[in-house]
Nanobody, 121 residues
């Protein structure tokens, strides 16, 4: 089994910054794609940012230039640096990872429990 634990959420004023972290633990051989999703109140879940094991990234248009995704493959961790936060960034942010477990040759998708980000004055 794999556990994904997010941290770093909280309340921040518009224009402020937060850094989210996701730590994966368990019988992990490697992690392919790692992603951040978010779900705002009354809205569908949306993909925020993606990073491959090789470090290639992609972002939702709404966060390009403000958010930066990164990862540490040796530590099985991922981060999301969020700058110039806006009220519309308010959501629960979820970590998603495509994990290859010990004894398996295929990957399995795992989700974290989520961390609340609230942008408000």
């Amino acid at each position: 089994q794999v556990h994904l634990v997010e941290s770093g959420g909280g309340l921040v004023q518009p224009g402020g910054s937060l850094r989210l972290s996701c730590a994966a633990s368990g019988s992990i051989v490697s992690i392919n794609v790692m992603s951040w999703y978010r779900r705002a109140p009354g809205k569908q879940r949306e993909l925020v940012a993606v990073i491959t094991s090789g470090g290639r990234t992609n972002y939702a248009d709404s966060v390009k230039g403000r958010f930066t995704i990164s990862r540490d493959n040796a530590r099985n961790t991922m981060h999301l640096q969020m700058n110039s936060l806006k009220p519309e960034d308010t959501a629960v942010y979820y970590c998603n990872s495509d994990v290859i477990l010990i004894g398996y040759t295929y990957s399995t998708e795992y989700w974290g429990q989520g961390t609340q980000v609230t942008v408000s004055s």
